[in-house]
């Protein structure tokens, strides 16, 4: 399976933070959702990716294509949607299209009118004007008119109304079909990578914890409940986290068979959200240091 | 790069519909049209490096399928450009309201004017972003008066007579030499600018 982004143990200090021999594939034909709290590198993740940012050791492949020497020819094949709004706010989207369109070699003006109609979006209004939901859908609408092989999404949904997000959604599984693109997107919202995404990268504090796919992470970890009878220094070890309280604890695993074996029908096993595993991840990383 | 220009150019048309026509009426009314000619040139150029100086513009033109050093040059290239085009309107403007060619000596002052000055704003702005171009002027202001009261009381003159000379004198040489040494300024702030822009983080 080929691979469309390639990290090789990058590092990069921004200030305080720090990505550590960060190490990432992104699969051909595939959707990989990006989850990590607020801070945890997704942003300066995917600045890497887009070469906003340089690493300052490790190398970064798009393509199987380096920076150095193939910016535009990567660029070309990449569509990109930002969190914020990253057009002239006092210029128009028809004006905003003049701009972008004669940077791409690919542009097909026929897919954009398609989804300036589908999203309902003025070409003559100021894009000052436009709402989040709006500048994403603009965004969208440019990311996806020039037949961008890679779609490389920071927050997209983030701060957009249940309707749209879930139209959003519909539209990236769309144009997944014909299982020549790639999305990569960052999200905290995660219960819209349960419709989506094949993969999941899950990064914490700059370290990439895992990449999985979405069943395997099914399969593996599990929530257990049970009463604190069961808990001692030996079993607790089993878990990435434990939360206890007076009435038991709740904890989270890596390998549910293990623990199914140990506990048995003692504990109660249950499907983890991919928030459970973010949660817990943080705190079993808290718990360490 | 064509492109970035043509951004440019778009990104101009509605202050083009305010600048054109004031630049007209100065020289209507007879204003040093070098003066106009310079004023007006920085100013255009110096507001579409502030239209490109936001993060989130940043973002945009990195992500789009340019490189660092297009999206530099495109500024240089720019400047030049559109310096001719105040020139030109300059010419033209002289022409209709006061029947008279423009001395190419004073054309030339003008884009030379506007490149020396440009070849300090620009790395200045790429460094530390041109809402601290008028605390760098009021410095560079403040040094010039030390100067001035200090060392070389009679600087003032100096550049009056210097300005003087270039515009009467028939000296081929002596054009040949500053138009080079602009022409060398100018390259050099270019590639300054090049390698600020290229290590900057968005």
Known sequence: MENIIEFNHVQKSLGQFQLKDFSLTVKKGFVTGFIGGNGAGKSTTIKLIMNLLQPDRGSISIFGLNYAEHEKEIKQRIGFVFDENIFYEHLTLAEMKKIIKPAYTNWDEGIFKHYVEKFELPLKQKISSFSKGMMTKASLAVALSHHAELIIMDEPTSGLDPTFRRELLDVLHHIMEDEEKTIFFSTHITTDLDRIADYITFIHKGEHIFTKKSYQIEEEYAIVKGGLDLLDQETEREFIAVRKSKLGFEALTSDKTRIKTIFGDMALVEKPTLEDIMFYTKKGAEWRV | ?202
């Open chain 2, 1 to 202: 790069m064509y492109n970035l220009i043509r951004k440019d150019l778009i990104l101009l048309k509605k202050p083009s519909m305010m600048l054109i026509p004031a630049l007209l009426l100065y020289l209507y009314f007879d204003f040093s049209y070098i003066w106009s000619g310079f004023l007006f040139s920085i100013v255009i150029i110096m507001s579409l490096f502030s239209y490109d100086e936001k993060s989130s513009i940043n973002t945009l033109l990195n992500s789009l399928p340019y490189t660092r050093k297009e999206i530099v040059s495109s500024k240089y290239i720019g400047a030049l450009l559109f310096t001719l085009i105040i020139v030109f309107t300059i010419f033209i403007g002289n022409f209709l309201f006061h029947r008279e060619l423009t001395a190419w000596r004073d054309i030339l002052f003008i884009v030379g004017l506007v490149m020396g000055v440009t070849s300090l704003l620009l790395p200045f702005s790429y460094q530390f972003k041109s809402k601290y171009l008028m605390t760098g002027i009021l410095v560079l202001f403040g040094v010039y008066m030390l100067v001035i009261n200090t060392f070389i009381k009679n600087l003032n003159d100096i550049i009056r007579e210097f300005v003087q000379t270039m515009l009467v004198t028939q000296n081929v040489q002596f054009y040949l030499i500053v138009t080079f040494s602009i022409m060398i300024l100018y390259a050099c702030s270019w590639l300054l600018s090049i390698h600020i822009y290229r290590k900057k983080a968005f």
